[in-house]
């Protein structure tokens, strides 16, 4: 697994998020999300700009899984059902890189809360982010890459 192991500290900007939501876990959940999201693509398409993909998840109180897409501007007109807007604030992250194949993403994600807790990473209350960089219809499996956002206070 080629996972950068130390982490650069970065802003993530305040965006415009479309996403699917699903609560529990998150081997369940994920994959549902991602497949109705993928249903509705061709109409998200249509009304807006997609500027990237991404998934946000929390897992405390409760795990949340949010897989959605960025968007050039706030949406003017209804989005399709079964999807929410946020106008995602941003803030400081702790940016991890995987390079390879999705299915590799829960044992890169455990590693990364690994070395959180090892390098005693001040953590703040946020959605954790996974941002897929490149598109997955028109890059190799293992050119991939996967930023693993980790909501920091650290600046």
Not at 38 to 67: C, D, F, N, V, W
Not at 83 to 107: C, D, I, V
């Amino acid at each position: 697994m080629k996972l950068t192991e130390i982490p650069e500290i970065i802003q993530w900007t305040e965006m415009h998020y479309l996403f699917i939501e699903k609560k529990g876990s998150f081997m369940e959940t994920a994959p549902k999300a991602w497949q109705e999201l993928h249903q509705k693509m061709s109409e998200l398409k249509l009304a807006h700009k997609i500027t990237g993909a991404m998934s946000l998840y929390q897992i405390q109180p409760e795990m949340i899984y949010r897989a959605g897409v960025s968007v050039e501007a706030r949406p003017e007109k209804t989005i399709p059902d079964g999807m929410n807007y946020q106008n995602f604030k941003g803030g400081t992250y702790a940016r991890f890189t995987l390079q390879g194949s999705y299915s590799q993403l829960p044992e890169a994600c455990g590693k990364v809360f690994e070395i959180v807790k090892k390098i005693n990473l001040p953590l703040r209350d946020d959605f954790f982010i996974e941002n897929y960089v490149n598109d997955p219809n028109s890059t190799p499996e293992e050119q991939l890459l996967t930023e693993i956002l980790v909501p920091c206070s650290r600046k």
